[in-house]
């Protein structure tokens, strides 16, 4: 028994030197990081966004040149595609930025599908003797809390004309992805998370790495698998409350009116535009053919009997209904309208699915009154997305037609608000009146889009869709990047596939580091092709811009 005693004794004494070790240990690291917060050693850097896909590099451009030796700027982010403007701006050029997240970038084509470059072939054709030098700086994933540092940069170091803000599909991002992780943490990855926020563990790790340096992009994380799970598990495991919608909502105001003071304080033109959305959009798959048999019980084919009959449970389920189901049923009871030709009914549906869906994938209708207000009160120019789409929209109602899936246009949602960017520049008095009816073009080119049955070889006009108009309409996210890997299995079965080579070139030629693959595969193309004028001025048009 006394030595079952001694042996307990000694536990106990152990536990006790241990436990005293342990809080000694913890008191001198609560000491040191103490010491170091209060003298600013170790100290994070400043971050727009805790989302390292949100992360913006400023300058956004850097110095470089032509072939020719002409000095320019040029887009050096991996996000952006290439573009440059001259380093010394010519007198009587017109120098437009556009701004904003994957919606402005054109996600699911190639960077043709976008307003800027629809807005700068259109300007071009208005005023050929003028140079024109319109640059996107939208990127996948930007909220206007990035905007805004993007914005500033412009107006500090590139002599804009005119700035053009489309941003507002991102905003709740980086709270829906805190949440995620908060929900999803262990006691583990906690702890780490803790430790690499001390003052202490970033001076420890910049002395390892060499000392405080600007990250590369190379450091920084954008892979497309983070964002697919941005846009998909993320946003189906988190809830917002009502209030920290309200908040988000707040913030994304003061960063608009911030950028329209910045502009208006530099007396740099601005266009601040109203983020619209697909109004019919329910998510990849669209209501179940058998829906209004699920809903009231009876089987048969739709007709009004049948629509009314819907509209009637709707209209006794919806007032009661959680929130988490209430926008189904309004998306429901919209279909059910616009089977009765209620088309003012449905509108308002649609619109009010929208606002209370409550994964907040698209700008919500009171962030465009946000927009609307900071435009009022601080004299900006308004391009209301919204009313433009929907006037011209079937019934009003903007869907597949604007938009292939919730927030990012089809080539015709582009040309629309490409045309009216144009008006408003002609009404703020930034290009003159011309012999050039834009209303006339708008036609001209959609009728153009209409007929395409396959993408052109021309790198001005090639969409990215391939030989397959289907494409234009598909709602994956990424289909450009599943093209990219089709045209590179298709090259690899025949490397003579010219359309393969032509679009694989095109495609590289917007790349930051793709001059070289490009003129690779043009010169393939030629040699297959022979006397092909098309190929041979996309090949001069990348050789006159870049050294492959």
Do not use: C
């Not at 698209?362 to 962030?367: F, P, S």
């Amino acid at each position: 028994m006394g030595e079952h005693a001694s042996r307990g004794s000694s536990w106990f004494a152990n536990l006790l030197l241990l436990s005293g070790s342990l809080l000694f240990v913890a008191l001198l690291f609560a000491l040191l990081e103490g010491g170091l917060r209060l003298v600013g050693i170790g100290a994070a850097d400043a971050q727009i966004s805790r989302l390292k896909y949100q992360q913006i590099p400023v300058p956004v451009l850097q110095p470089g040149a032509r072939p020719d030796g002409s000095a320019v700027l040029h887009t050096y982010d991996v996000r952006l595609p290439y573009q440059s403007i001259l380093r010394s701006k010519q007198p009587g050029s017109l120098r437009v930025f556009t701004f904003g997240g994957s919606a402005t970038a054109g996600l699911g084509f190639s960077p043709n599908v976008t307003f800027a470059r629809q807005l700068s072939r259109m300007l071009a054709r208005a005023y050929p003797d003028r140079p024109i030098e319109v640059m996107n700086l939208g990127i996948v994933a930007l909220a206007s809390r990035q905007v805004k540092q993007l914005v500033a940069d412009v107006i500090r170091g590139y002599e804009p004309d005119l700035l053009v803000v489309y941003s507002g599909n991102n905003e709740f991002l980086e709270v829906h992805a805190e949440k995620y992780a908060a929900a999803h943490a262990t006691w583990l990855s906690t702890a780490v998370g803790l430790l690499q926020g001390t003052n202490f563990y970033r001076l420890v790790n910049r002395a390892i790495r060499g000392g405080r340096a600007t990250r590369t992009l190379a450091e920084q994380n954008l892979s497309h698998d983070d964002l697919r799970l941005t846009q998909a598990r993320i946003i189906e495991d988190i809830e917002m409350t009502p209030d920290e919608v309200a908040e988000v909502v707040d913030q994304y105001e003061a960063n608009v009116d911030e950028i329209a003071e910045a502009a208006l304080a530099s007396g740099t033109p601005l266009i601040l535009m109203t983020v619209a959305s697909n109004w019919e959009w329910r998510g990849r798959e669209d209501l179940p053919d058998d829906w209004l048999r699920e809903l009231t019980g009876e089987p048969g084919p739709a007709n009004p009997d049948r629509y009314q009959q819907a509209l009637e449970l709707l209209d006794a389920r919806i007032p009661s209904a959680p929130p988490s189901q209430r926008y189904d049923l309004l998306f429901r009871r919209a279909r059910a309208r616009q089977g009765l030709g209620d088309h003012a009914g449905a509108r308002a549906d649609y619109r009010e699915a929208m606002n209370q869906d409550p994964h907040l994938r698209r700008a919500l209708d009171g962030m465009a009154d946000r927009v609307r207000e900071v435009a009022r009160r601080r004299g900006a120019r308004l391009l209301d997305t919204i009313e433009l789409l929907s006037s011209r929209a079937q019934h009003g109602i903007v869907g597949f037609d604007e938009f292939y899936d919730y927030v990012h246009f089809t080539p015709r949602g582009v040309v629309l608000v490409a045309g009216e960017i144009f008006r408003e520049m002609q009404r703020m008095g930034l290009v003159p009146p011309a012999a050039f009816d834009v209303d006339n073009d708008v036609e001209r080119e959609l009728a153009r889009l209409a007929a395409l049955e396959e993408d052109p070889f021309d790198v001005n006009e090639w969409l990215g869709f391939g030989r397959d108009p289907a494409f234009i309409r598909d709602r994956d996210l990424w289909k450009y990047d599943r093209m990219l890997k089709d045209l590179d299995a298709r090259l690899a079965a025949d490397p003579r596939d010219l359309h393969a080579l032509v679009y694989r070139a095109n495609a590289q030629s917007f790349r930051i580091d793709g001059a070289g693959p490009a003129a690779r595969d043009y010169r393939a193309a030629l040699e297959i092709a022979g006397d092909q004028p098309v190929i041979e001025r996309n090949l001069e048009r990348l050789l006159a811009e870049r050294s492959p």
